[in-house]
C-alpha cells in the first residue's frame, strides 16, 4: 500500500525594517542622554551612563568621538563616495550608522538589543535621518533562528549569542531572546553598486568594501 507524507515547508518573514512610527516613539519615549559628537560632522548620538556601558557610550561622553581610527578611516570615504550603501552589522547605539548618515550616505544597521536599538531609533529622529538609515532589530547568522544573546551588565556593545546550555549556567548576565538574519536577506535593502561592511560582533572587528 502507497502512503503519501506530506511535509510543508513554512518561509520566514523576510526581515522589517523599523518604521518611522518607531522612530516617533522613541522620541517620544526614550529617556536616553544625547550628546553632540566632536567628529568632523557633528550629529546627536543616543548614549547609557558610564556605569552601564564603559566604553562606546563613555567614550562618546568624555571625548565625543568612539574609535577615532576608525572614524577617520570612513569618514574619508564617505566624504568622496555618497553613491555607496554602508552596513553595520554590530550597531550598537548606531554610532557609525550615524556617522554615514552625516555625510550623505545610506546605511544599514543591524542590531538585536532593542534597548541599543531605541536609542538609534531617537538619534535618527533627532538628527532627522529617517531616509537615510534603515534599522533592523537582528542579530547576524548564518541562518534564520531565534537565539540566546547575552550582554555583559557594563558593556552594552559586548553582547554574544550563546547555546542553550551555557544560557542555563548565566545568573548575572542580562539577557535576550534575539531573532537572526542572513546577509542575503538584506539584499533587497540595498540600491548601490558599492557596499562596505563593518561587522562589529563581540570580540570581532571586520570591514569590508
Same mark, same amino acid.
Given at each position: 500500500m502507497l502512503s503519501l507524507t506530506l511535509i510543508w515547508y513554512i518561509q520566514p518573514k523576510p526581515p522589517r525594517p523599523k518604521s518611522a512610527k518607531d522612530v516617533t516613539r522613541a522620541l517620544n519615549e526614550d529617556d536616553s542622554i544625547c550628546r553632540k559628537t566632536l567628529t568632523a560632522r557633528p550629529f546627536n548620538v543616543c548614549i547609557y551612563n558610564d556605569t552601564e556601558d564603559i566604553y562606546i557610550s563613555k567614550s562618546l561622553s568624555t571625548s565625543g568621538i568612539w574609535e577615532p581610527d576608525v572614524t577617520a578611516f570612513l569618514s574619508k570615504i564617505f566624504k568622496t563616495s555618497e553613491t555607496l550603501?554602508?552596513?553595520?552589522?554590530?550597531? &550598537?547605539?548606531?554610532?557609525?550608522?550615524? +556617522?554615514?548618515?552625516?555625510?550623505?550616505? &545610506?546605511?544599514?544597521?543591524?542590531?538585536?538589543?532593542?534597548? &541599543?536599538?531605541?536609542? +538609534?531609533?531617537?538619534?535618527?529622529g533627532l538628527n532627522w535621518m529617517v531616509n537615510e538609515i534603515r534599522v533592523f532589530q537582528y542579530a547576524m547568522s548564518n541562518k534564520r533562528v531565534a537565539d540566546w544573546m547575552q550582554v555583559p551588565t557594563n558593556n552594552?556593545?559586548?553582547?554574544?549569542?550563546?547555546?542553550?546550555?551555557?544560557?542555563?549556567?548565566?545568573?548575572?548576565?542580562?539577557?535576550?531572546?534575539?531573532?537572526?538574519?542572513? +546577509?542575503?536577506?538584506?539584499?533587497?535593502?540595498?540600491?548601490?553598486?558599492?557596499?562596505?561592511?563593518?561587522?562589529?560582533?563581540?570580540?570581532?572587528?571586520? +570591514?569590508?568594501?
Open positions: 550603501t554602508f552596513i553595520d552589522i554590530g550597531a &550598537n547605539v548606531g554610532y557609525f550608522s550615524l +556617522l554615514a548618515a552625516s555625510f550623505g550616505v &545610506n546605511a544599514i544597521a543591524v542590531e538585536p538589543i532593542e534597548r &541599543n536599538v531605541a536609542k +538609534l531609533l531617537k538619534a535618527i552594552q556593545g559586548g553582547g554574544k549569542i550563546v547555546m542553550e546550555k551555557e544560557w542555563k549556567e548565566i545568573v548575572d548576565e542580562r539577557k535576550h531572546r534575539v531573532e537572526t538574519v542572513t +546577509l542575503d536577506d538584506l539584499a533587497d535593502f540595498i540600491t548601490t553598486e558599492d557596499v562596505i561592511i563593518k561587522i562589529d560582533v563581540g570580540e570581532l572587528i571586520l +570591514l569590508y568594501t
